[in-house]
């Protein structure tokens, strides 16, 4: 893959990415925005409401009052039995009184309202009137009749027990709303008890409880319930029956919990936000909203901004495509130009100039600096190649002398035995073992024991040449002489340093030791000779490479032992000098095992 689509690849996965966070957060946004517009705007409609209800609630509150304060009323009530012939007329004056408080109210006008007084049964002025339920608030606009038929009512015992003196209520059989009120009378001195003088029925027909309340619904679907203070639903405005209806009943409103804050309930599967706000006489204002209608007018607001983003995303994704074929398109050439090359070595500098971008022409600059270190390394390699094929050939011509060489010296040992020269013979014969030892095989390792075989022959040709005896003595395992397998003439070179260089053998007897021995999960290898020595210290540090004062021969030499041993055993083998406890040169190699 290019890296132009790489780039716009990741380029555009941020952009989506960015894109699907903004629109979360977006919707989120706008939900709480409108959550708060639906919290606000409750508590708006709820103070409208308050109003609304206070002036019919007050006018409610005043027909109590005047019925509390009738002093006509409380003197009938006082009465302990009725005349037969005053019936009539007591029961005029009892009407006379209800309509008086009645008469100037604008509820009873206004919303069509029925009031009807049932007086307690259990007085003497219950018994002026028939026993009937509500089932008799069915035309006209005030009655009076005896409680005793709705004692045992619901609604009439819930009254009983409340602490406060009304209860509101509906019954399914009547759509209507009903007010109820107990009712004392200031100058009655027998209507001093729970259930006072008598039960004051205010009724208003449902529908006119719409024009009462005002609901501004905040989606399509929006609802709203009156609930009195035991969570009954005393009216509501569930007109949608495609989303409410079957989902929310009047049962579920009563099971719900209501809270003093907007919460989201779930009924049948369909989330709803439900908000509660308080109105007068322990009424409850409940609106439910659809969460789906809520959702969709947050996202017909987030589609305007979704078309302007994603406008926006398209546009940006063609600018980058754009603007990633400039960037891309000289490496594209460059890497074209660089797919051309047939030879390094003939490649025109010319190729590489005409960019203009800094980056191109620093990957310009480095290719140039390749081809200049590719072409030498060529150049070098046909020099080794070179310089190899020469090796070869000295290397062939080489193999020819030593066998020359070697026949020769076979003929001059044969000569001095015919002759009964011996001692030539077997000196001949030592200097023959001895180059065949150092050219045949000069890579492979060998024994320890074979390497000491070359020593002594070294060690005989010397004795030929000099007058002075050479003791040389081998202390160390025959085991180890024949499993340690080292390069040849890392031993060898250190006793021909001692012959040389120890002491004087035209006057006096030179003695070598070489001994071997396991330490430390290492093979320690001494060359230990009684001759002159010399200063170790420079000795040493002429190993390491440092610039000493000191005199350097041919041969191996000691920095090549050192080299061959670091590299056949480890770089944690070495070679070094020192003078032992008997004061005599040693030479001690440490050798790692392989």
Request: proline share 3%.
């Amino acid at each position: 893959m290019s890296i132009r689509k790489k780039i716009f690849i990741a380029v555009s996965l941020v952009i989506f990415c960015t894109v699907g966070i903004l629109l979360l957060i977006l919707q989120y946004v706008l939900k709480q925005q409108f959550l708060r517009y639906a919290e606000s705007s409750s508590i708006s409609v709820t103070v409208l409401n308050k109003k609304l209800l206070a002036g019919f609630l007050s006018n409610n509150d005043a027909i109590v009052l005047r019925l509390t304060a009738s002093k006509q009323i409380g003197t009938i009530a006082d009465m302990n039995h009725y005349a037969a012939p005053e019936v009539q007329h007591l029961k005029a004056a009892l009407l006379e009184e209800l309509s008086n408080a009645i008469g100037f109210q604008m509820n009873n006008i206004q919303y069509q309202t029925e009031t009807i007084l049932f007086f307690n049964a259990d007085m003497p002025i219950g018994s002026l009137f028939v026993a009937e339920d509500l089932n008799a608030v069915t035309g006209g606009t005030y009655r009076m009749y005896s409680d005793e038929l709705i004692k045992n009512t619901d609604w009439y015992r819930t009254l009983q027990h409340r602490q406060e003196p009304y209860y509101i209520f509906t019954l399914p059989e009547h759509d209507k709303l009903y007010f109820a009120y107990t009712v004392q009378n200031t100058y009655s001195h027998s209507t001093y008890r729970k259930e006072g003088l008598g039960t004051l029925i205010i009724a208003v027909p449902i529908r006119q409880m719409y024009d009462l309340v005002y609901f501004y619904p905040l989606t399509e679907h929006s609802s709203f319930a009156v609930l009195n203070s035991s969570n009954e639903i005393l009216f509501s405005d569930f007109k949608h029956d495609h989303i409410l209806t079957g989902s929310m009943s009047i049962d579920h409103i009563n099971r719900i919990s209501v809270p003093d804050s907007g919460i989201t309930v779930k009924l049948n599967n369909n989330k709803l936000l439900c908000t509660v706000q308080g109105l007068p006489k322990g009424l409850k204002l409940v609106y439910l909203t659809p969460m789906q209608d809520i959702n969709k007018v947050v996202n017909s607001a987030a589609i305007p901004v979704l078309l302007i983003i994603a406008a926006g995303s398209l546009i940006l994704l063609a600018l980058l495509l754009l603007s990633t074929r400039y960037i891309t398109q000289p490496i594209i050439k460059l890497s074209r130009d660089i797919a051309s090359i047939t030879d390094t070595r003939t490649v025109d500098p010319a190729l590489f100039s005409g960019y203009i971008d800094s980056e191109v022409k620093i990957l310009c600059a480095s290719f140039k600096q390749l081809l200049e270190t590719s072409n030498m390394l060529i150049k070098n390699a046909e020099t080794q190649t070179a310089l190899r094929k020469d090796m070869e050939l000295r290397a062939l011509q080489a193999q020819i002398n030593p066998h020359f060489i070697f026949n020769a010296m076979d003929t001059v040992n044969w000569m001095a035995l015919s002759e009964g020269k011996s001692e030539i013979a077997d000196l001949v014969d030592a200097i023959a073992e001895v180059m065949r030892y150092s050219i045949s095989e000069a890579e492979q390792p060998v024994p320890l024991a074979t390497e000491i075989l070359n020593i002594k022959k070294l060690i005989y040709i010397y004795e030929c040449r000099f007058p002075g005896k050479i003791v040389f003595e081998v202390r160390t395992s025959k085991a180890l002489c024949s499993h340690l397998y080292i390069p040849k003439f890392i031993v060898q070179p250190l006793v021909e340093n001692s012959i040389k260089y120890g002491k004087d053998l035209h006057k006096t007897d030179l003695y070598v030791r070489l001994e071997g021995e396991e330490r430390n999960g290492c093979t320690v290898l001494r060359v230990i000779d009684d001759g002159a020595g010399c200063d170790t210290d420079s000795l040493n540090r002429y190993l390491h490479y440092e610039n000493v004062d000191f005199p350097v021969h041919g041969g191996f030499g000691v920095r090549n032992v050192n080299e061959r041993i670091r590299l056949f055993f480890g770089q944690d083998s070495a070679l070094h000098f020192y003078y032992n406890e008997e004061q005599c040169f040693t030479a001690e190699m440490i050798l790692g095992h392989l």
